[in-house]
């Protein structure tokens, strides 16, 4: 049975990741919004009273589920939905993971995988596992089934295919003919115990077989024809009891002791296995299309999970969050949009900004140091990644095209010193970038080419994010090589079909920094000798 | 089943049943590839079929004798009958390893009466298959006949009843085993029973379920819990029992040798068809060559059956090619660039005259072959070390008995001879070996890279393989005067370097 919560039509194990991810979750500092969706809240009067220790699985999930992105509107809001039912019904994400954790568990510790084939050089422990397993595995959707029935008011498309799907592969009668098999061959597994706990019973079978002999004389086109389990007293050996249930059972016409010879004893336990193993067969035939499902399920509520508990981060904090919706990809609209891994990091909610793009491939931001500037960008690239794995976003409303290519390219602090060195790393990561970027694609560029001097780097930039925007890939570029924005300014002026936006982190007249974005036209200076006034002069100002 | 019959003799594959069983495999074997080809016969027909395939059948009646059977194969029918027959030999033979396998005499018994329930089985449908096809060879034909002379005997007849008759005691002999309580009861019964506990696992899995196996079935012989159970059953059967312990005791051979030959035989045949109709279904062409007496020799569309082979996996191309010998001719001498396909050529020419000696259809559209008692290769040692002196002795001392007199009349392939010797030197030899087997009778074909040898010596045709305008191997073979190869362009060639050649690799 399929799971498909992730995609309508299958489970699409094969999904391409972005390239790079390792850059996107670095550069975006997805890493914190990992750790912190993995973390269960636990909460008191209403309050949040701790955060549980994270759970690595869940880490792991939504790191693999959040960099392989949806290609569609329909698949987002395939997502959307079910999070939102999971959002309304916390309690049945997180049963139906922990069901699937304990399956997957359990199984390990029934020896699946590796083990198995140590096990089978003992095959009635191998058998005895065998049954054990089909037991979890009946108990566990039975489970599932269970809380899916109980639940009222599931909307989402994907949380009923799914519950109907269960009652399809997994119906009441199902369960009930497996349990009645289980129940005949349950001497196997239950003699043993029963006898343990000196209930003085003992669980043996009645086996009933059908036979030809044209096989060489040996037992041929064997049939079944009877199959139970009984409880009977148990007598100890050589007691009175037991000698005298011997003699009563003698009698019987036609008969041998399957018991008193060492051989024959033997053989019988090898007739015992061989019934035993045969229905064993069937009923795993029977749960064959369960193989793969508990692993999936727990991937796949993984992320629900994960999702509907960063939820929780976000209004514990105090950030507003939305699903985000689909537009053509020249257009992106957003209002108070938050960089949540900061809000994350700092635990208070954080200053959002709004934009409005239409119709637009590049989008430049200048502005003051220290003025937001890489925030927003970074704010733009989690929502839009967030958005693309069907999640929501930490904004009022957001509107975006869907990119299944993402890149980033980031100059980060410690790396922008001026060397040949520095240069060279960082066009060889935009080299590899070229290589697979191209229409449809979105890059993100903090202070890229700023590694040499701002005259040589505005040239480099020039070249490159003209050559990429004409071969349609979508740019949103923060930068300090004022060259550069000035150029593309002045060759794009009066000219709204370039498609070419410019934005600057607001700075009021008394050059307080606001932290907001403002259409603005890129400017000479970059605001760094506000910076230095504030930092260093206000100091020596202060402290004379 | 009694007395030899006068029909001991037969042979599918010969006309006198003469076992032609030489000691070695022919040199030639190696050298035409079929090697190759052959292997891939015995992946699904057996080892065995080697030994048919090693031998050229001794006079031209044979060859004929085996073209008509043949072409019987071809038909349909009977190769549908044939290779119905052979897949119920493997079941006689699977009977026939149980039967091995155990020494207890009921068990042995048991499987004895299957195996010779089958075997029987096994002709009678061949015969009846057999009879509703048209037969046109004398080979069939004589085969025919005697399968219906044993099948109709009065030996054969007391065997087949005495057979069906146990067979059917022993299938109605079934039981019903009860374990409770730690005992087995072991109750006859008249009529089968239907496994209720399947038919309740069949109706509430709503799906067909596996057989349930005899858990004691890794042992082929009975267990004492088996044997425990039959004791009971003979109590309760003594005359059936009786009579099986008395066949172990008196086993016979019921099979017939001369059915026994053909089944051996037969699949030299069967094998080469699955062969062609493989091939023919990937667009490869067959035909049955025609025997000529006036020693004219000619084939359309010729291609090395080896390479046909290893370009279904492949999907390399494979150039077919014609050629003829004119009244007086006697031997090409073929000449051109490497890698050209003049070995290939060599080498489906070969194949053309064996496969036609074996009396079955040759790798070409058409063909015309006169009849040759013998096929004579000689190809350079690749992976011999020795060079110079050395060499050139190991080649004439392969050399010196295919001259032999009494080799006349065969065909002849020889593959680059004397290539370490001084030019002037090989030049004599060649022309030397060219003029003495013209004289034996010989026809055949000399691959060189001297073109001195294909000029001005009677009965010598001079072909070669031919390169197009960008001067690019087109593994086409034609007549026409040798000329002579520029090094450097030939090394060119052979790694495909050159400007045009870049061009379309790139």
């Known amino acids: 049975m399929k799971v498909c919560l992730l995609y309508e039509d299958g489970e699409h194990t094969n999904e391409e990741s972005y390239y790079d991810s390792a850059s996107i979750i670095k550069d975006l500092g997805l890493k914190t919004l990992f750790l912190a969706a993995a973390k269960k809240l636990v909460y008191e009067n209403g309050e949040v009273k701790k955060a549980e220790k994270e759970d690595p699985y869940l880490v792991e999930t939504l790191r693999s589920v959040m960099m392989i992105p949806l290609h569609t509107k329909e698949e987002i809001e395939y997502r959307q939905q079910i999070l939102g039912d999971c959002i309304r019904h916390e309690e049945l994400i997180r049963g139906l993971y922990r069901i699937a954790c304990t399956v997957v568990r359990k199984w390990g510790e029934l020896g699946r995988g590796p083990r198995e084939k140590m096990q089978q050089s003992n095959p009635v422990m191998k058998l005895t596992a065998d049954i054990k397993v089909i037991h979890l595995f009946c108990d566990s959707l039975s489970e599932i089934r269970t809380l899916l029935t109980d639940q009222e008011e599931l909307s989402s498309k994907g949380l009923c295919a799914f519950h109907d799907g269960l009652l399809r592969e997994f119906s009441q009668e199902r369960e009930e003919y497996i349990r009645r098999v289980l129940d005949d061959i349950s001497f196997y597994t239950d003699g043993a115990d029963q006898e343990d706990e000196g209930k003085n019973q003992v669980v043996r079978p009645r086996i009933v077989l059908e036979a030809g002999l044209e096989d060489g004389m040996k037992f041929s086109s064997l049939k079944l024809e009877e199959l139970s389990s009984r409880s009977t007293k148990f007598y100890k050996p050589g007691s009175t009891r037991y000698k005298f249930q011997e003699f009563m059972n003698s009698r019987i016409p036609d008969s041998f002791s399957a018991v008193k010879d060492a051989r024959i004893s033997e053989q019988s336990q090898i007739l015992e296995y061989g019934i035993v193993s045969y229905l064993t067969e069937e009923l795993k035939s029977l749960m064959e299309g369960f193989q793969t499902f508990f692993d999936r399920l727990r991937y796949q509520t993984a992320f629900y999970l994960s999702a509907v508990q960063l939820l929780r981060q976000m209004e514990r904090i105090g950030i507003g969050w939305c699903f985000p919706g689909v537009c053509g990809r020249r257009d992106l609209e957003f209002s108070d949009l938050k960089e949540f891994v900061m809000g994350l990091e700092r635990r208070v909610d954080v200053i959002g900004n709004s934009c409005s793009l239409k119709q637009k491939d590049l989008l430049i931001v200048t502005g003051a140091n220290q003025g937001g500037k890489s925030t927003f960008l970074r704010s733009v690239g989690i929502a839009q990644i967030m958005m693309q794995c069907g999640m929501m976003v930490t904004a009022k409303s957001y509107q975006s095209g869907i990119f299944p290519r993402i890149f980033v390219h980031f100059t980060r602090r410690e790396d922008s010193e001026m060397n040949s060195g520095r240069l060279d790393e960082e066009l060889s990561r935009m080299n590899r970038i070229v290589e697979q970027i191209g229409d449809g694609s979105l890059l993100l560029l903090n202070e890229s080419f700023a590694t040499t001097t701002e005259k040589e780097g505005s040239v480099i930039a020039y070249d490159i994010i003209r050559a990429l925007k004409e071969a349609g890939v979508r740019i949103l570029t923060v930068t300090h090589l004022l060259s550069f924005a000035r150029r593309v300014r002045e060759e794009s002026r009066d000219m709204p079909e370039a498609g070419v936006e410019f934005l600057s982190a607001e700075r009021k007249d008394d050059g307080t920094r606001t932290f907001r974005m403002i259409r603005h036209e890129p400017e000479l200076t970059s605001f760094g000798l506000d910076l230095y006034e504030e930092i260093v002069e206000k100091k020596t100002q202060s402290r004379s | ?506």
């Open chain 2, 1 to 506: 089943m009694g007395e030899e019959s006068k029909n001991e003799n037969f042979s599918i594959l010969s006309l006198n049943g003469t076992r032609s069983e030489a000691e070695e495999i022919a040199a030639f074997y190696q050298d035409l590839n079929l090697r190759q080809i052959i292997d891939r016969l015995t992946a699904k027909w057996g080892k065995n079929i080697r030994k048919l395939y090693s031998f050229l059948p001794p006079t031209a009646e044979d060859e004929a004798y085996r073209r008509a059977v043949y072409g019987d194969i071809k038909n349909e029918e009977v190769y549908r009958a044939l290779m119905s027959y052979t897949e119920d030999l493997e079941g006689v033979a699977e009977l026939r390893a149980e039967k091995d396998k155990v020494s207890i005499p009921l068990q042995k018994a048991v499987w004895q009466i299957r195996e010779t329930e089958a075997y029987c089985r096994c002709y009678e449908e061949l015969e009846s298959r057999l009879e509703k096809c048209v037969l046109s060879s004398v080979g069939m034909q004589a085969f025919l006949e005697i399968l219906k002379e044993i099948l109709d005997s009065s030996g054969y007849r007391e065997l087949r009843e005495r057979t069906e008759k146990l067979m059917k005691e022993i299938r109605e002999l079934r039981f019903t085993l009860v374990y409770d309580k730690d005992r087995i009861s072991v109750v006859p019964v008249e009529t089968e029973g239907s496994g209720r506990y399947e038919e309740m696992l069949r109706k509430e899995g709503g799906r067909e379920i596996r057989q349930l196996q005899n858990p004691f079935r890794s042992n082929p012989s009975l267990t004492e819990l088996e044997y425990a159970c039959l004791e009971i059953l003979e109590k309760k059967k003594p005359q059936l029992f009786r009579e099986l312990r008395n066949i172990a005791e008196h086993s016979e051979d019921y099979e017939k040798a001369v059915l026994r030959r053909f089944e051996k035989e037969v699949v030299f045949y069967l094998s080469f068809r699955s062969l062609e109709q493989e091939l023919e279904k990937a667009g490869f062409c067959f035909s049955t060559p025609e025997t000529s007496e006036d020693r004219r020799m000619e084939a359309k569309g010729l291609y090395d059956l080896a390479l046909a082979l290893s370009s279904l996996t492949s999907g390399k191309e494979v150039v077919p090619n014609d050629l003829y010998y004119e009244e007086g001719e006697r031997f090409f001498v073929l000449t051109g660039p490497n890698q050209g396909g003049k070995t290939t050529f060599a080498r489906s020419l070969g194949q053309l005259v064996y496969f036609t000696r074996m009396g079955l259809d040759v790798p070409a559209e058409s063909a015309n072959i006169p009849f040759f008692p013998d096929i004579q290769t000689h190809f350079s040692v690749e992976e011999s070390v020795e060079t110079g002196r050395g060499k050139l002795k190991e080649e004439l001392s392969r050399l010196a008995p295919m001259m032999e007199d009494h080799k006349k009349g065969s065909f002849v392939i020889i593959n680059e001879l004397f290539t370490t010797a001084a030019s002037y030197d090989a030049e004599i030899m060649g022309k030397k070996v060219l003029k003495h087997f013209i004289g034996l009778g010989c026809m055949g074909i000399y691959v060189t890279h001297l073109k001195e040898l294909a000029e001005g010596q009677q009965g010598v045709v001079s072909l070669r393989a031919m390169l197009n305008d960008q001067r690019i191997q087109t593994f086409k073979i034609r007549r026409g005067a040798a000329e002579d190869i520029p090094c450097a362009e030939n090394v060119v060639n052979k790694y495909r370097l050159n400007y045009e050649q870049l061009k379309e690799r790139l």
